[in-house]
């Protein structure tokens, strides 16, 4: 025979609510800083390291190499993709 569920507040005795309130802090926190950090139109672009195809050759690329000259960066997620 099942047994009854009671109804009410389903937290355990022994969980810290203090522990569990700090836990979402943080959470809420690192996903502010994540947005903060996001690139956006018209901000200077983080500097990053790719390999390109230049002169018959794989080669490796830095954003910093152009400083102060004027540049398009393309980028797309992939050949045969449906984005």
């Not at 195809?53 to 794989?58: I, P, Q, S």
């Amino acid at each position: 025979m099942p047994t009854p569920t009671k109804m009410g507040c389903a937290v355990k005795p022994e969980t810290n609510l203090v522990q569990e309130e700090s836990k979402i802090q943080e959470t809420i926190k690192s996903q502010v800083m994540e947005e903060r950090n996001m690139i956006t139109v018209g901000k200077k672009a983080p500097d990053f390291t790719a390999k390109a195809f230049y002169n018959g050759e794989f080669v490796d690329v830095s954003l910093s190499e152009y400083a102060g000259k004027w540049t398009v960066l393309c980028f797309y997620p992939g050949d045969f993709t449906f984005v």
